[in-house]
């Protein structure tokens, strides 16, 4: 049953999983998601369509997985010097999705900035953030994560570390 | 952007001093009295590609591109006709359309509504009666300022500021092939750009990303950091894309094996391509790959087994059009690098949809698009670092040349233009012969 201490619980995984991005310890972020969990940056506001409209990152764990261990390579060009981040996540609304499998599911919504510094420069992007999770026993488990980027559609520089 | 008389334009004898057989000065990269007379000489000079005709398929569709220093409009006006419009309203000269696609029957300017047509004609002008009589609604000073020389090949539309330049095809030359099979991959005969793109900047030399597409050598180098995980990852845990992204980032894993074979192709005026390249994974069809199976059989009910073999047996990878548009055919890939100053470049990436072919094979080309396209993508990103380390490199004064000199003692010559192996630099050599070219011709 949903209450005021599942909301609590949801709000402290994301603040897990945002303490995970910045402290670098991308394996344990990618623990954070189920075996089919997927991670989803969309290239357009308000897209829905994932295969006929390109998507920035559009990746399930078996990709996710690559992708983590790329940022663990000393040889990614694009990570010296590593990247440092801050993610703020606030603005957290929960709501039940019923049951998946006999575990309870929930629809989170969150907004998000993230500075990334990399050597003398500062990058800053701003969103939301929409989560599909399910309980795993004491903890959770995303199914799946929709970054939607407020300039998802601007031109960009190249983007590292995962928002 | 500085004004034209800001700097001293370089002379002939001046450009002809910074190229040699096998190095090139910094100065090509990183002065900007040199990228200005560029900006005149070839995005001044040559056809460049603006957009696709899928893109402005009925009157009022516009996209909204670069060429040369202008910021334009290709529309499709009432008559059906193409235009080229440079964004900017004749009146007091503000910016006209800020988005980049749509349809519009009317551009109207916010400031005081002056309205145009499609074609850039003058519609109307409120408070007609405080013009002076002389004021002419069809007098083309008061239309936006119209590209006259526009020329489409098979759906791709270039276009000019040069009054008088050479016919399309003679600058494109063998590169229509390249176009040619891109369509004629299409069962319909005709491809449609997907509606989705990126758009990517970095801080360097637009030339740096033209010859980082004709280069095969520095994939091993460049991409280990995606290369290395791929081949730890087992095959087939993404269930998302039938393993193409695994099989992409494993590509790039070049090595004498996969060198051989391969032949680099320079073309008078600048144009490149790789032959024989990717012969592995997912980049070729599979015996049993249903999707490539089904398409396959699409073709081949259109044109008959001989024409499709002779079409998918195209294996011509980075074709890159003298100066900007990079096509990969057998992928449905386009890459246009536009330069916004001599240190940085916008470069925008798209892919286009078979028509008649099922709807399997675009999935494939999004993903592609993805995969190598985005500011997210495991490989790209790392390409833009170096391009970016060697624009920082190349605007200090030190060391002041390039070197070309990888394969000089083995490239051929044909009766089309230059041939080497994988490793060689020649199609470096030959951008910038046809870069020398172009900056020393006094007259366009």
Known sequence: ?163 | MTEPHALDIPTADDIRGLVRPDHVHRRAYADPAVFQLEQERIFGRLWIYVAHESQVKKPGDFVRTRLGGHEVLVTRGEDEKINVLINRCPHRGARLCMVDQGTSRLFSCPYHAWVFKPDGSLSSVPHRQSYPASFDLNDSNNHMQRIKQIQTYRGFIFATLNENPEPLLNHLGAMTEVIDNLVDRAPDGEVEMGESYFSVEYRGNWKLHMENAADIFHPSFVHASSVMPARKAPANASILDQDQTREMLLANGFGFKEWEGIQLNGLPGGHAYMTNIYSNGVLVQKEADPVATQYRASLVAKVGEERTAQILGMNRFNNIVYPNLIINAQYQQMRVATPIAVDRTLVRIYCFRLKGAPDEMFHRSVRFLTTLGSPASMIFSDDIEMLERCQQGLSKDEGPWVDFSRGLDSDRRDTNGMLSGAASEMPMRVQFQAWLNYLTAEAA
Not at chain 1, 114 to 129: A, P
């Open chain 1, 1 to 163: 049953m949903f209450d005021q201490t599942t909301q609590r619980q949801i709000e402290l995984f994301l603040f897990e999983e945002a303490r995970l991005l910045d402290s670098g310890d991308f394996q344990g972020w990618l623990k954070l998601y189920e075996p089919q969990g997927i991670y989803w940056m969309p290239s357009k506001p308000g897209q829905t369509d994932p295969l006929n409209v390109a998507s920035i990152i559009y990746e399930d764990h078996g990709i996710l997985s690559i992708r983590v261990q790329r940022l663990l390579e000393e040889r990614a060009l694009v990570l010296t010097p590593m990247p440092r981040t801050t993610h703020v996540v606030g603005n957290i609304e929960v709501e039940p999705a019923g049951q998946e499998e006999g575990e309870a599911a929930f629809k989170v919504g969150a907004t998000f900035i993230c500075v990334v510094h990399q050597g003398d420069k500062q990058t800053l992007y701003s969103g939301r953030h929409s989560y599909d999770l399910v309980r795993s026993g004491e903890a959770f488990r995303i199914k799946m994560k929709r970054v939607a980027l407020m300039n998802s559609d601007a031109t960009h520089a190249p983007m590292t570390i995962p928002l």
